[in-house]
Nanobody
Framework: QLQLVESGGGLVQPGGSLRLSCAAS???????IGWFRQAPGKEREGVSC????????TYADSVKGRFTISRDNAKNSVYLQMNSLNPEDTAVYYC????????????????????WGQGTQVTVSS
């Protein structure tokens, strides 16, 4: 089972930036990778994802233009650069993965992934 470990969360002021990292225990080139978040009292929602084998990204409307997902296959790692953060971005952020045929599209739905990290807290507050 693929193991995922997130890091990089913390407290940031509105308008600030954070870069989340997700380290995988094995190669992820043939995995679709997703970042999800869950705020208190809310369902987990998809933020961004990368297709298997390609750096073609999908973003939720709420983060388009502010967040950037990327992958470093040599390091078996995925990143989420978050800019122009606002209090509505406060949540626990999770990295998720699922093995897919190469170039298969990714999905921003939790049911589409079978490996999950433990999450990292992001708090946006002044």
């Amino acid at each position: 089972q693929l193991q995922l470990v997130e890091s990089g969360g913390g407290l940031v002021q509105p308008g600030g930036s954070l870069r989340l990292s997700c380290a995988a225990s094995e190669r992820i080139l043939d995995n679709a990778i997703g970042w999800f978040r869950q705020a208190p009292g809310k369902e987990r929602e998809g933020v961004s994802c990368l297709n298997s084998g390609l750096d073609f990204a999908t973003y939720a409307d709420s983060v388009k233009g502010r967040f950037t997902i990327s992958r470093d296959n040599a390091k078996n790692s995925v990143y989420l650069q978050m800019n122009s953060l606002n209090p509505e971005d406060t949540a626990v952020y999770y990295c998720a993965a699922v093995r897919k045929r190469l170039f298969a599209p990714c999905e921003l739905v939790t049911a589409g992934y079978d490996s999950w990290g433990q999450g990292t807290q992001v708090t946006v507050s002044s």
